[in-house]
C-alpha cells in the first residue's frame, strides 16, 4: 500500500516515513501544500496522512482537493492543532481519522490501519489464491493456516500480484507500487525481488506459480511450475 505524508517538519517527516517503510508501505513525502497536491493528482495513494499547518497554505484545503480526485484516498489528520472545533472541522470537511501531535507510533499506525480497513471493506482486508490466505494490513501470508516469512518487498509484490490475479501486472505498475518517489531501484530489481518470491513459495510445492509475460510483466496463478511466457503462448 501506498502513503503520502504531508509535513513540513524535517526531523518529524523523516522519522514518520522510516517507521511507515518499517510497517510495509511504500512511503512519499510532501513538504508543503502544492507539491502534496500535485502527488496526488498523479499518484492512486491509498492513504494520506496530513499535516494542517503547512507553509503554504492551509492542510484544509489539501483535504478539499483530496474530495476532487477520482481515486479518493483515505485521510488521516496528524496536527498540533488540539481544539475541538479544529477537529470537528477536518472531519466534516472529509478526514477519516484525526490525530493531534504530541502523539504515540503505535496509535498512528493502529489508526492508519483501521482508515484503511474502513476505505477498503472488510472484504479487501484478506486475498485469496488457492491454499494461500494474504492479509494486506499487516502483511501476513498464510499457507493451509501455516504463516509463512516475507520479507516488506516480497510481501508487497505479492499483494500487488493477488490483487490483479488472474490478470497481470505490468513491470512500471510494480515498480510505482513496491518503491516510492524517493527511492532508487537498479534495472533488475523487480526480476529479483519475483526471482526470491518464487523461491519462497516453492518450498512448498504446488502452492502457486508466478508468469513472467515477457517485456510486460507477471501474474499469479495457484498451483502450478513456474515458467516463463510471451504474449500470445499458452502454458504448457
Same mark, same amino acid.
Not at 492551509?58 to 478539499?64: F, T, W, Y
Not at 507500487?177 to 516453492?202: G, M, T, W
Given at each position: 500500500?501506498?502513503?503520502?505524508?504531508?509535513?513540513?517538519?524535517?526531523?518529524?517527516?523523516?522519522?514518520?516515513?522510516?517507521?511507515?517503510?518499517?510497517?510495509?508501505?511504500?512511503?512519499?513525502?510532501?513538504?508543503?501544500?502544492?507539491?502534496?497536491?500535485?502527488?496526488?493528482?498523479?499518484?492512486?495513494?491509498?492513504?494520506?496522512?496530513?499535516?494542517?499547518?503547512?507553509?503554504?497554505?492551509?492542510?484544509?484545503?489539501?483535504?478539499?482537493?483530496?474530495?476532487?480526485?477520482?481515486?479518493?484516498?483515505?485521510?488521516?489528520?496528524?496536527?498540533?492543532?488540539?481544539?475541538?472545533?479544529?477537529?470537528?472541522?477536518?472531519?466534516?470537511?472529509? #478526514?477519516?481519522?484525526?490525530?493531534?501531535? =504530541?502523539?504515540?507510533? !503505535?496509535? *498512528?499506525?493502529? &489508526? %492508519? @490501519?483501521?482508515? /484503511?480497513?474502513?476505505?477498503?471493506?472488510?472484504?479487501?482486508?484478506?486475498?485469496?489464491?488457492?491454499?494461500?490466505?494474504?492479509?494486506?494490513?499487516?502483511?501476513?501470508?498464510?499457507?493451509?493456516?501455516?504463516?509463512?516469512?516475507?520479507?516488506?518487498?516480497?510481501?508487497?509484490?505479492?499483494?500487488?500480484?493477488?490483487?490483479?490475479?488472474?490478470?497481470?501486472?505490468?513491470?512500471?505498475?510494480?515498480?510505482?507500487?513496491?518503491? #516510492?518517489?524517493?527511492?532508487?531501484?537498479? =534495472?533488475?530489481?523487480? !526480476?529479483? *525481488?519475483?526471482? &526470491? %518470491? @518464487?523461491?519462497? /513459495?516453492?518450498?512448498?510445492?504446488?502452492?502457486?506459480?508466478?508468469?513472467?509475460?515477457?517485456?510486460?510483466?507477471?501474474?499469479?496463478?495457484?498451483?502450478?511450475?513456474?515458467?516463463?511466457?510471451?504474449?500470445?503462448?499458452?502454458?504448457?
Amino acid at each position: 500500500m501506498r502513503v503520502l505524508l504531508v509535513e513540513d517538519h524535517a526531523e518529524l517527516q523523516a522519522l514518520v516515513r522510516s517507521q511507515l517503510q518499517h510497517w510495509g508501505f511504500a512511503a512519499d513525502i510532501a513538504s508543503d501544500g502544492r507539491v502534496a497536491l500535485h502527488k496526488i493528482q498523479l499518484t492512486p495513494y491509498d492513504a494520506v496522512i496530513l499535516d494542517l499547518g503547512l507553509p503554504d497554505m492551509d492542510g484544509l484545503k489539501v483535504l478539499q482537493g483530496l474530495g476532487r480526485q477520482v481515486h479518493r484516498p483515505a485521510c488521516l489528520i496528524l496536527t498540533a492543532r488540539d481544539a475541538l472545533p479544529s477537529r470537528v472541522q477536518a472531519l466534516n470537511a472529509g #478526514a477519516d481519522d484525526y490525530l493531534t501531535k =504530541p502523539f504515540d507510533m !503505535d496509535e *498512528l499506525q493502529a &489508526r %492508519l @490501519r483501521a482508515i /484503511l480497513r474502513r476505505a477498503k471493506g472488510h472484504t479487501a482486508g484478506e486475498l485469496r489464491l488457492g491454499r494461500m490466505r494474504f492479509s494486506p494490513l499487516n502483511l501476513q501470508l498464510h499457507i493451509d493456516d501455516q504463516p509463512m516469512e516475507l520479507s516488506r518487498k516480497e510481501a508487497m509484490l505479492l499483494e500487488a500480484l493477488l490483487r490483479a490475479s488472474p490478470g497481470l501486472v505490468v513491470r512500471n505498475r510494480l515498480e510505482e507500487s513496491l518503491y #516510492a518517489a524517493h527511492e532508487s531501484a537498479s =534495472p533488475n530489481a523487480i !526480476d529479483a *525481488l519475483v526471482s &526470491r %518470491l @518464487r523461491k519462497r /513459495l516453492a518450498s512448498t510445492p504446488g502452492i502457486a506459480h508466478i508468469d513472467t509475460v515477457r517485456g510486460v510483466g507477471y501474474r499469479i496463478t495457484a498451483g502450478q511450475v513456474c515458467s516463463s511466457i510471451t504474449i500470445g503462448e499458452e502454458r504448457s
